[in-house]
Antibody, heavy 118, light 112 residues
Framework: QVRLAESGGGVVQPGRSLTLSCAASGFTFSSYGMHWVRQAPGKGLEWVAAIWYDGGKTHHADSVKGRFIISRDNSKNLLYLRMNNLRAEDTAVYYC???????????WGQGTLVAVSS | DIVMTQTALSSPVALGQPASISCRSSQSLVHSDGNTYLSWLQQRPGQPPRLLIYKVSNRFSGVPDRFSGSGAGTDFTLKISRVEAEDVGIYYCAQATQFPRTFGQGTKLEIK
């Protein structure tokens, strides 16, 4: 079955960096586009970044552009989010989620919490 | 950016009664490929989001048939024919027609 498992979250000081990972299993990872979506405590869902199935194209939300970078390693079935210059407003649970050709956001991981605090 | 606006449920819903949630987009969600990439997600308390409906009206695998989606262009509706206790949570509409992907603010379903 499809499984997405995020890791790498934790408490980090403002201005520091953190890299999140999402381990994919149960499907051919290299055939699917992938996304990061976040949810601040008590708030709604915010799309963060997307990457094409082959890594050839990426999109980032304006709120993270220039600070966050989405990438993937199809040989390891891993999705990444490198987060630089973290701010308090980046505090959230970060989810990875999948796109198929016709079904968007079809499977979600359990999420990993990032807390930015001094 | 496309803004997604959801309506709030007017009051808690009694078990077995129907519920309806509306979602409006600030521009048409018809993609150049002819599809309308409007999805509905459910988030139960303490859980990650779960896909219920994709491309306006298609139920995702394992979703009970009491959930249905309808609409076109900029106006969409999620209907629950008979609310059950497990349906408690927050429901989000989401557009995947263009980047940035955007979500509605969420609609909370409570049981009376």
């Amino acid at each position: 079955q499809v499984r997405l498992a995020e890791s790498g979250g934790g408490v980090v000081q403002p201005g520091r960096s953190l890299t999140l990972s999402c381990a994919a299993s149960g499907f051919t990872f290299s055939s699917y586009g992938m996304h990061w979506v976040r949810q601040a405590p008590g708030k709604g869902l915010e799309w963060v970044a997307a990457i094409w199935y082959d890594g050839g194209k990426t999109h980032h939300a304006d709120s993270v552009k220039g600070r966050f970078i989405i990438s993937r390693d199809n040989s390891k079935n891993l999705l990444y989010l490198r987060m630089n210059n973290l701010r308090a407003e980046d505090t959230a649970v970060y989810y990875c989620t999948r796109d198929s050709h016709s079904v968007r956001f079809d499977y979600w991981g359990q999420g990993t919490l990032v807390a930015v605090s001094s | 950016d496309i803004v997604m606006t959801q309506t709030a449920l007017s009051s808690p819903v009694a078990l077995g009664q129907p519920a309806s949630i509306s979602c409006r987009s600030s521009q048409s969600l018809v993609h150049s490929d002819g599809n309308t990439y409007l999805s509905w997600l459910q988030q139960r308390p303490g859980q990650p989001p779960r896909l219920l409906i994709y491309k306006v009206s298609n139920r995702f695998s394992g979703v009970p048939d009491r959930f249905s989606g309808s609409g076109a262009g900029t106006d969409f509706t999620l209907k629950i024919s008979r609310v059950e206790a497990e349906d408690v949570g927050i429901y989000y509409c989401a557009q995947a027609t263009q980047f940035p992907r955007t979500f509605g603010q969420g609609t909370k379903l409570e049981i009376k």
